[in-house]
C-alpha cells in the first residue's frame, strides 16, 4: 500500500502512458502535485505487446511526475483493460454462525468467499469481487450485514476476471520500470469513479471510455459495479479509415480528425473544405468536411452499435436515468454525443474527470479520466485500508479486516 497520504496512478493507454501523483487530504480530498505523460508504443488494442518500450514509456511518464511533484514514487494503483476483460455475477449464501443470530465479520467473510467460487479457466485472473448487496433473510438492499439479526446471509457479487498472461505482462511492466503495483484497477471502473456524479452512480448510468484501441464500459447502479466490458476498437481506427480513405499519412490524418473531423455528416455544410497533404506526394488537395464526417460516421456507427449490443447483454433490468457518459480521448470529437444519444437512445453527456484542487485543471480533461480514477481509487483505499479486499492477492488479510467499504469505492 502506498505511505504516507502520496499515491500515484498509472494509465498504461494504448496510445499514452500518464502518471498521476497525488496528496491525499485530511478530508479525503485529492490535491494533484504530479503529471507525467508519454506516447506508449508498446500496446495493442489495450494489451501490452512489447514490455520494454511498455516499461520505458511507464519510466519516462513516472519520471516526469515526480519532478513535477518533487516525490519519489515507489508504488502505484494501475490500470488494467483490454478484450478478454469480463464480469459476471454471482451469488454466496451461508447460515448465520453466531449463536445469538448476529451477523459477524467471519459471517461476511465466508458469504464472500461463496460468493467467489466460480468455475474458472486455470489461464483466468480475478481482479475483483465487489459486492452490491447483501440479503439478510431474504431481505434485500442490506449495505453492511455486520451487527444485524438473521439466520441466512446472501450477497451478490460482479467479478471482474482478465487473461492470467495479460495481467502478468503489466505487472512485468510496471516492475521493470522499477515500481511495485499497489492494485490493479479495472480502467472503466476507475473512470467512473472520476467522471460520474453521486446521482449517476445511484440512478444508474454507463460509462463509455473510447480511446486509441479500446471502448470501455462500465454499468454503475446504486453506487456498485454491474457490468463491465471492454471493445477492441478505439478512435485510432478512424484514424486508420481516414488515413486511407484520404490516400494521406497515419500522423495527417490524426491531425485532421482532431481539428476537422465531426459527425453526423449530414449535419456538416458543404462548403467547408480542408487541405490534405498525400503519401508520398507534395501536392496538398483541398477535401470537404462533408467527406471526412462521409469516412468517420460508419466506424462511430459501429463502436455505439457494439456498445449497444454489450450493454443488452449485461442483462440490466433497471432503468439507466442517469443516461451514458462519454469520456477517453475518442469522446472529443465533434458531434459524437449525438450519435450516440441517437444510436444507444439514451442521454449522453461528456465526461470530464473530477480531481481536486492542486494541477486538477491538468488532469481535467476526458483523455484523463481513467489516470485521474486511479488516483481517486487509491485514495480511498488510504482512507479506508481495510478494503484492500477485491484484489486477488491479500484475501487472508482482507477477511479478517472487511467492512462495508464498497460502498465507498467511488
Ligand atoms: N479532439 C479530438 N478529436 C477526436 N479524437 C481525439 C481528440 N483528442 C484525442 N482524440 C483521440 O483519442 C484517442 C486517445 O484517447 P485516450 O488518450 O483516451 O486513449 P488511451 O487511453 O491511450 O487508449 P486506450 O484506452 O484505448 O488504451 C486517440 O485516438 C486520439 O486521436
Ligand atoms: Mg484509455
Request: proline share 5%; glycine share 12%; with cysteine.
Amino acid at each position: 500500500m502506498p505511505k504516507d497520504n502520496i499515491v500515484a496512478g498509472i494509465d498504461i493507454g494504448t496510445t499514452k502512458v500518464v502518471a498521476v501523483v497525488a496528496e491525499v487530504m485530511p478530508e479525503g480530498r485529492l490535491n494533484i502535485i504530479g503529471l507525467g505523460e508519454t506516447p506508449s508504443g508498446g500496446l495493442r488494442k489495450g494489451i501490452i505487446v512489447d514490455i520494454e518500450n511498455t516499461a520505458r514509456a511507464i519510466a519516462g511518464a513516472v519520471e516526469q511526475a515526480e519532478r513535477m511533484s518533487g516525490c519519489q514514487v515507489h508504488s502505484a494503483f494501475v490500470g488494467l483493460t483490454g478484450p478478454h476483460i469480463d464480469s459476471l455475477n454471482n451469488r454466496g449464501v451461508v447460515a448465520v454462525t453466531g449463536e445469538d443470530g448476529e451477523i459477524s465479520l467471519e459471517d461476511v467473510e465466508r458469504v464472500l468467499q461463496a460468493a467467489r467460487v466460480i468455475p474458472l479457466a486455470a489461464e483466468r485472473r480475478i481482479i475483483h469481487v465487489l459486492p452490491r448487496q447483501y440479503i439478510v433473510d431474504g431481505y434485500d438492499g442490506v449495505m453492511d450485514p455486520v451487527g444485524m439479526c438473521g439466520s441466512r446471509l446472501e450477497v451478490e457479487t460482479q467479478i471482474v476476471t482478465a487473461a492470467g498472461a495479460a495481467v502478468q505482462n503489466i505487472m512485468k511492466s510496471v516492475q521493470r520500470a522499477g515500481l511495485a503495483v499497489d492494485e490493479l484497477v479495472l480502467n472503466p471502473l476507475a473512470s467512473a469513479g472520476a467522471v460520474l456524479q453521486q446521482a449517476e452512480r445511484e440512478l444508474g448510468s454507463v460509462v463509455v471510455d473510447i480511446g486509441g484501441g479500446t471502448t470501455e464500459i462500465a454499468l454503475i447502479s446504486q453506487g456498485s459495479l454491474w457490468f463491465a466490458s471492454v471493445l477492441p476498437i478505439g478512435s485510432e481506427h478512424i484514424t486508420s479509415d481516414l488515413a486511407v480513405g484520404l490516400r494521406t499519412p497515419i500522423v495527417q490524418a490524426e491531425e485532421i480528425k482532431k481539428e476537422y473531423g465531426c459527425v453526423p455528416a449530414d449535419a456538416v455544410p458543404d462548403n467547408e473544405a480542408v487541405e490534405v497533404p498525400p503519401v508520398g506526394g507534395r501536392e496538398k488537395r483541398r477535401v470537404s468536411r462533408k467527406a471526412l464526417a462521409t469516412i468517420i460516421e460508419p466506424r462511430v456507427e459501429e463502436i455505439f452499435t457494439l456498445v449497444r449490443r454489450e450493454l443488452s447483454s449485461a442483462h440490466f433490468q433497471g432503468l439507466l436515468p442517469g443516461g451514458v457518459i462519454l469520456t477517453g480521448g475518442g469522446a472529443l470529437l465533434e458531434g459524437i454525443t449525438g450519435m450516440a444519444a441517437e444510436i444507444l437512445a439514451m442521454p449522453v453527456r461528456l465526461g470530464w474527470p473530477e480531481g481536486g484542487s492542486g494541477l486538477a485543471d491538468m488532469v481535467a480533461a476526458p483523455p484523463y479520466a481513467t489516470a485521474v480514477g486511479l488516483v481517486n481509487y487509491g485514495a480511498r483505499r488510504l482512507a479506508h485500508p481495510q478494503a484492500a479486499a477485491t484484489r486477488e492477492t491479500g484475501w487472508e488479510n482482507f477477511w479478517s479486516r472487511l467492512k462495508s467499504w464498497w460502498r465507498e469505492l467511488f
